[in-house]
């Protein structure tokens, strides 16, 4: 199939979260199974400072806006190791900027601007195509006008005559809600500027645009296909949802195993397997020295890495972390985000010794951080789907989370009668839940040192891979084509 995705980020083109992992992981498993894959992203100057070996696909390229033309470059680019095509969307104006959405928690003032842009783009430059393409999946909000464009816009291209829209939402609070002033710049009939159409609470929603108008939608986790059809975790749009229901699945994300994996993982100083924990140990000692802590095996070592937001729970965590500090443990938080999270975690980072918050975004010292922790933390308040816990599991390294969204569907908790479980999770979300899962996790690390190894073992054999996922995307692609709908919830 010629499948053609587009987003706003691609991991390791730009990254701000599980997103960018998602749609590469996803596009190159697609590519390994013989799909003709293509890939739309804006260039941003992240992108540029890599220096990719881009050819110019298309100079000079006009792209109509509605009412406004804007002029940009479609640069393209093979990526040799899995075949994928990338094509950027060069218009420095929009993306040539310091950040991908905001900077310094502020949203740049465009962004309706910017993504409209984008997509109006993608839809264009198909006519220059010489396939006709299958399947266009595009990811939240920044890609939603696209289906849009594709059912009602004004001309659309004989590239796209039979193709099929897949809209997969990874987090329906960011909603990309404009102004409609904003509505003559997408390109849509006038009529569209309507509660049938975009508009939502008198505003323009983008990813009301997707939902509506998209063939098939997805979401990242089964669990959160239903979570968001509750008035809870729907954020205005669970009756929509409801309504849509019968064209929803819940496909669980995957890993990348050739990224994360213990036994290969080129960020570690050690590496290790579900067999054989031992090298763990060293991994453990190297973060503890690097973050100033005593280099015991036999001190519990707790990490979290995440946006700090209030929906990944740091705020409860700042809350309850002194009580917890003064016990014989330690911690490390790898993150940004909130500037208010931010300072009260390092105002106590300062003031225990057994507590380091790192203010950054670092991949390698993530690794390091999944591998070197006997016991990772995922408190966030609602989780579509969420990668680092199946890292931690991977790498052995003990999951606690609150049961919500892909977290309830990948970690079970331990039984310590059948040493069946991989983890913690708490509900209801509660800081009295979240340390006493923390205590439960502690405590089997201190006094069961067998279970805690079966445990730690049973999550390193689970299969988390993209390998074993991908397929329900290709399943999905496939029956829409031949215009056999997918039943819900495959
Ligand atoms: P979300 O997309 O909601 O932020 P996910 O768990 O789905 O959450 O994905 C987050 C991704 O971003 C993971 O790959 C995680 O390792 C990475 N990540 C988050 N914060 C940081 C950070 N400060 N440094 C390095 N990687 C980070």
Redesign the pocket.
Known sequence: MHILTVSSEA?PYS????????VGDLSRHLAKLGHDVRVVLPYYRCTREKNLDTEIHAEDFKVICGDKTVTCRILKFIEESSSVRFYFVDQKGYFDRPELYNENNVDYPDNAERFIFFCNATVQMTKYFDFDVDIIHCHDWQTGLIPALIKTGFSKPSTLKEAKTVFTI??IGYQGNYAMSNFHLTGLPPDLASTSGLEFYQNMSLIKSGIIFSDFLTT?SPRYASEIQTPELGFGLNSLIKEKRNKLAGIL?GIDDSHWNPMTDPFLCCHYGPEDLEEKTNCKKNLQNKMNFPPDPDIPLIGG???I?H??GYDMVASVLPGILSNDLQMVI???GDPQIENQLENISRRCHNFKF?K????S??HQI?AGCDIFM?P?RY???????M?ALKYGTFPVVHATG?LDDTVKNFDPVTGTGNGVKFTPFSDIEFTSALVKALTLFERDKALWKRVLKNGMLENHSWEHRVIQYHNLYRDMTRNSLPCQNR
């Open positions: 991991y990254k701000t979260g599980g997103l960018a992992d998602m990874h987090n990242v994300n890495i995440s946006r937001a929906q990944k790898l993150g940004t790192i950054a975004f670092d991949e010292l993530s999944i995922v966030s989780e579509p789907c969420g990668l680092t816990q890292f892909g």
